[in-house]
């Protein structure tokens, strides 16, 4: 394989000298002159990566500040700066797209003890399926068992039960159950009757809400402080 510095030197054998030099061994000469030009050679191409390199991470960083800017005036509109601040560190965390809806802020009414009235707090919530990807991604879930109901003839059932299966490190399986109760967490309107999807659909809603339990427990590193809608849904019966 050709060398930079032979290629000079091809170039270079065929002009004359313009000017004498002393007697040196040209051997060495040449040895010192090679390991100069292609150490210099290296470091240009080193400057050139190191630019690019450069150049992606600013462009990365811009393109973050962009995201971060539409969320504001979107998606998170609304929330204080603290607020976003939380909300965005959970969903870079959780790895999960605002924009695509799979994560968001929400604001509800809750009481103030302190100041002894209704104010809006943000609670940060997403799918059940955003839950089963996370849990999924770390690549140590196991399983997760069917939903089980203390009753199936009846309008709705009073408590769903399900076991998520993680698998820890050394191959040994723990299991997580969980169980959520209806009066617990179905969403009731101001008709004291269940909303549109818990009228519709209570047992899947409910067992949705026992999944994200479940999942919760088994992956609290990874979920802490993050709640799907169904869980959330009862949160509105505080309002009334």
Not at 87 to 96: D, E, K, N, P, Q
Request: glycine share 4%; proline share 4%.
């Amino acid at each position: 394989m050709t060398t930079g510095y032979q290629k000079f030197k091809e170039i270079t054998d065929t002009m004359k000298p313009s000017v004498s030099v002393p007697h040196v061994d040209p051997e060495i000469v040449e040895q010192e002159i090679e390991q100069d030009f292609e150490k210099a050679i290296s470091i240009d191409d080193l400057g050139e990566q190191t630019d690019q390199k450069k150049d992606i991470v600013i462009s990365d960083a811009e393109n973050e500040k962009k995201r971060i800017a539409l969320a504001q005036k979107t998606i998170a509109k609304g929330l204080t700066a603290d607020e976003f601040k939380l909300f965005w560190m959970v969903a870079t965390r959780s790895g999960l797209d605002p924009f695509a809806r799979q994560i968001y802020a929400i604001k509800r009414n809750s009481w103030n003890p302190q100041t002894k009235r209704m104010e809006p707090v943000m609670t940060i919530q997403t799918s059940i399926d955003g839950y089963r990807a996370i849990a999924e991604r770390t690549k140590d879930l196991a399983g997760i068992s069917d939903v089980t109901y203390d009753t199936e003839a009846k309008e709705h059932p009073n408590k769903a039960t399900i076991t998520v299966q993680r698998v820890d490190k050394t191959g040994q399986r723990a299991e997580y159950t969980s169980t959520a109760r209806w009066s617990e967490y179905a969403q009731i309107g101001k008709d004291g009757k269940p909303t549109k999807m818990w009228q519709k659909m209570p047992y899947l809603m409910l067992g949705k809400c026992a999944e994200a339990l479940a999942l919760r427990k088994a992956f609290p590193h990874d979920l802490s402080g993050l709640y799907t809608h169904e869980e959330m849904s009862q949160a509105s019966n505080e309002e009334k």
